[in-house]
């Protein structure tokens, strides 16, 4: 199996808000929202790392 | 009379402690055997469910893009810590070991994301057998 570089990042980043999500916040509310908010982050994160690379690039 | 009296003040400022039942050992063992089985045994279904479905799917991709098993016995430290992430997978690493899965040479640049992802899902299990300790202590809901 090949993926992009991009959707194993965002697949990574599914997993681990799920279980940072569930693990790390106790009501059903907390969990949902800390899950989206890890999950944004860590795509964020992907966008920002991509942008410096590309600026170290050129 | 002293003595009693500050006996007292301590009692009163130091927290319970936890009750440290079956469960609470039971729980995070388990736990890290099968990822998500802590939570099954408590009755916590539906975290179960999705800690299980989330870490053996990371772990299974992991496979699938040819990422590496390590060996116990890697020599290197960055082999050995990666033994470490590997082993929270508990049965699955030791699955792994036994069809002897995740040995073959590295073919292409995500096989990488492959390894990753293999020390990420046992990474991931320890913190769910953690959280299922809480659980059986009462700590979390």
């Known amino acids: ?58 | 009379m002293a003595n009693s009296s500050t006996t007292k003040n301590e009692a009163v400022a130091k927290p319970a402690d936890p009750p440290m039942t079956t469960m609470a050992y039971l729980a995070p063992v388990v736990g890290w055997l099968v990822p998500g089985a802590g939570h099954f045994i408590q009755k916590r279904w539906i975290r179960g469910l999705l800690l299980m479905a989330s870490i053996i799917t990371m772990f299974a991709m992991g496979l699938a893009l040819q990422g590496h098993v390590y060996q116990p016995n890697g020599g290197d430290i960055l082999d050995m810590l990666g033994f470490v992430g590997d082993v929270g997978s508990g049965s699955l690493y030791i699955l792994a070991q036994i069809m002897n899965w995740g040995q073959s040479a590295i073919q292409h640049a995500t096989a990488d994301y492959g390894t990753k992802y293999l020390i990420v899902a046992g990474l991931l299990n320890f913190i769910s057998a953690a959280d299922a300790h809480h659980i059986a202590i009462g700590k979390k809901p």
Not at chain 1, 15 to 20: E, H, K, L, R, Y
Not at chain 1, 25 to 51: D, I, K, N, P
């Open chain 1, 1 to 58: 199996m090949t993926i992009t570089h991009f959707s194993a990042a965002v697949l990574f980043a599914v997993f681990a808000s799920v279980v940072f999500g569930i693990t790390q916040r106790s009501t059903t509310h907390e969990q949902v929202r800390y899950g989206l908010y890890c999950f944004a982050m860590f795509v964020g994160g992907v966008f920002v790392a991509g942008w410096v690379m590309w600026i170290l690039r050129h």
